[in-house]
């Protein structure tokens, strides 16, 4: 007797394209993974680690790392507005606290300069918006809010840093101003790294 495909029951079609799916995210998540270059550029190493900020977690497999035309793992199309403008290479990475989502992306730039006039280029439009704030740190930062969500910008040195957390209202701001403080507090201790204690002759040591 033929075997009709019919006779194969429903479940196994189902089974096999679940098992196929999974098979597909697996390999993707590798490749994603992969493409983060050893040892780790500063821009992935500034990214906030689980729970830096509190309450919030990494999502599983959401690093991305992109250089140069690479930028397109990160920006779906549109890549070439960050090269003219000065992107080297850029990390995103991917929040999680229960429900809420948070994107960081930092990007380090060819020079503070260069990041200071990206930084304006953003800052014209979002200057208009109603819920527009400059944030309190020792840096140049801001955040509005629309649509649901927290949008927030700071550079500092020759890094541009945007957070957007789909959170709507003051308690999106306030969790996107603590990503920035966490990831500003980061690039101080890169770019002003801690001297080592200077030993004086008897033995004693001194800063």
Request: glycine letters at 6%; one cysteine or more.
């Amino acid at each position: 007797m033929r075997l009709q495909f019919g006779s194969i029951p429903t479940k196994f079609w189902i089974s096999a394209c679940i098992l196929t799916l999974a098979l597909i995210l697996l390999v993707a998540s590798v490749c994603r993974a992969a493409k983060v270059p050893t040892p780790e550029p500063d821009v992935v190493k500034l990214l906030p680690k689980a729970s830096e900020v509190k309450g919030w977690d990494i999502s599983k497999n959401s690093l991305t790392y992109g250089a140069g035309k690479t930028l397109t793992d990160i920006y779906d199309g549109g890549y070439e507005l960050y090269t003219k403008n000065g992107v080297l290479d850029a990390a995103q990475q991917m929040y999680q606290n229960k429900k809420d989502i948070a994107i960081v992306t930092i990007h380090r730039m060819e020079s503070d300069k260069v990041a200071e006039k990206f930084l304006e280029y953003w800052q014209k439009s979002d200057s208009k918006q109603s819920t527009y704030k400059k944030l309190n740190i020792p840096t140049q930062s801001y955040v509005y809010t629309a649509d649901g969500s927290a949008n927030a910008y700071l550079i500092r040195d020759k890094y541009f840093v945007t957070v957007n957390v789909y959170i709507d209202g003051e308690n999106g701001r306030v969790a996107a101003e603590e990503f920035l403080k966490t990831i500003n507090a980061g690039i101080e201790k890169l770019i002003k790294p801690t001297k080592p204690a200077e030993e004086k002759p008897n033995g004693c040591c001194v800063k």
